[in-house]
Structure formats: C-alpha cells, structure tokens
C-alpha cells in the first residue's frame, strides 16, 4: 500500500511540474488546468449554501428538482452552487436552478 501511495503521489508531483509543458501541447489539458485555478466567489456570509457536486450533466438533471425544491422551501433563499468533476459539466447549466 505504501508503494502504490508513493507512485501516486510522485505521479502527481509530475503532472504539477510539468503542468506548463503538458498545457503547451494540449488544449484540452490546459483548460482542465486553468478551471481547477480558479476561486469561487465568497458566498454570503448571511446565507446558508446549498452544494451540490456533480460528476456529469446527466447526474445534475436528476438532482436538480430536489435543489429546486430545497431552494425555494427554505427561507431566506440560499446561495446555490453547482460544481462538476468533468471541465465540460457545467457549461449551459449556469442559470439553471431559479
């Protein structure tokens, strides 16, 4: 288990070093690089959040009704975020829960 634990973490190491140079060549890695970058806004600190994370499109519609539901039963209105394992999950679902 310790050598499986090593390996993986010195795979990682890899990837992080060689991130700028990976992302050179492939488009699609560098995307996935910059969004995993990026800081979400700070939610209200008067609010409770409601999280829900996703690892597709598919599995956000079947969650989706019960955030909805959620959303708007509780009071006041929560702050919602929606997050995506993919880097394509959560393009055109940005609006989505009202």
Known sequence: MRL???LYTLGWLFV???APLIAFFSDKFRRWWKARKVFFPEPPPDRLVLWMHCA???EFEQGRPI???L????SPRPYVVVTFFLLLGG???GK???
């Open 4 to 6: 499986v634990r090593a």
């Open 56 to 58: 597709s499109v598919g």
């Open 67 to 69: 955030m909805e539901y």
């Open 71 to 74: 959303a708007h039963r509780i």
């Open 16 to 18: 992080i070093g060689a």
């Open 96 to 98: 989505a829960i009202r």
């Open 91 to 93: 393009r055109g679902t």
